[in-house]
């Protein structure tokens, strides 16, 4: 079983809509999370961290839920330009260095 | 100017051969990372380093080796180069000072295919 698992998609949504990722993780001792953004052929980039209680950044609201191990990434009001894949990431501990695992992405097409 | 460059974007090659990627840094960050990216595989840690004088391994470290000649450079060799690490390999920073110190900051990528 992977570390941190995403649906590849692609989600196809039509602009405006509002659209939900979920990414599971295995290690229960992870200690903070993040979504990165990824444009095709291009370097990830952070998104938001997610904390505990859930935060939002204008239309981005992401949540965590340490029962179940998962985290979640909500975009409403789709844009054409919010078509790209989304990682989701996970800090844990190797040892005693952190380490950051990333999700294979969710791909998101946001069309007209 | 891009704060992280990665030299060089693309870079053909065939088997046996020995290659060199190599990473620049004007962020003034102390933590440098190197990664390949394959599809259905996502990121995956290859070496990274915290100072001029420390270098570990990264869960897939076999095949690669790296040097850190500066703060700002932080280069990826593969000595003998084979198809299965035909990738697009990403260096990194990152600043533990910072309020976010675990964000990675990304090169915009080297698309290396071996023959």
């Known amino acids: 079983r992977k570390e941190v698992e995403q649906d590849p998609g692609p989600f196809n949504v039509p602009e405006g809509a509002t659209v939900a990722f979920n990414c599971t993780y295995s290690?229960?001792?992870?200690?903070?999370f993040f979504w990165y953004r990824q444009d095709c052929r291009k370097e990830p980039k952070l998104l938001m961290s997610v904390y505990s209680s859930g935060n939002e950044d204008g239309r981005f609201t992401a949540q965590l839920n340490r029962a179940s191990q998962y985290i979640s990434l909500l975009i409403r009001d789709s844009k054409l330009s919010d078509s790209a894949t989304y990682l989701c990431v996970a800090l844990g501990m190797a040892g005693t260095a952190s380490k950051l695992t990333f999700g294979t992405g969710t791909r998101l097409q946001v069309t007209l | 100017d891009a704060d992280v460059t990665q030299t060089p974007r693309n870079r053909i090659t065939k088997t046996g051969k020995r290659i060199m990627l190599e990473c620049s840094q004007t962020k003034g960050h102390d933590r440098m990372y190197w990664y390949r990216q394959d599809p259905g595989l996502g990121l995956r840690l290859i070496y990274y380093s915290f100072d001029v004088k420390d270098i570990n391994k990264g869960e897939i470290s076999d095949g690669y080796s790296v040097s850190r000649q500066a703060q700002a450079k932080f280069s990826l060799s593969l000595e003998s180069a084979i198809p299965n690490q035909t990738a697009l390999y990403f260096c990194a920073t990152s600043d533990p000072n910072y309020r976010e110190g675990n964000t990675q900051y990304f090169g915009p990528g080297t698309r290396l295919t071996v023959l």
């Open positions: 290690n229960s001792a992870s200690q903070s």
